[in-house]
């Protein structure tokens, strides 16, 4: 009976410090992630999804269905001014 109560203190503090590593490990790999390489981030200066409705700002403009006409409704197009970095690190 003494030879298997330890045993099983063993195995408990065996699983203990086998629990333990994995969360150091688990910690460590967080801390050490860039952005772009954490797969916990879905997005940075993402605005939050939303319906591909269109809203407007009063029901008559509701009712002629052109989306043009909404002061909530803004075209993409044009020219856009982007960063480019020959590095992930160079990126301000």
Known sequence: IKHMKINWIFLALSLFNLQLSFCQM?????????PWEDPQVSGINRLPSKATSYSYPNES?????????????KLLNGNWKFYWARIPEGVP
């Open 61 to 73: 403009l509701a009712l002629q269905n052109d989306k043009n006409n909404s002061s909530r409704y």
């Open 26 to 34: 688990d910690i460590n790999n967080t801390l050490d992630l860039k």
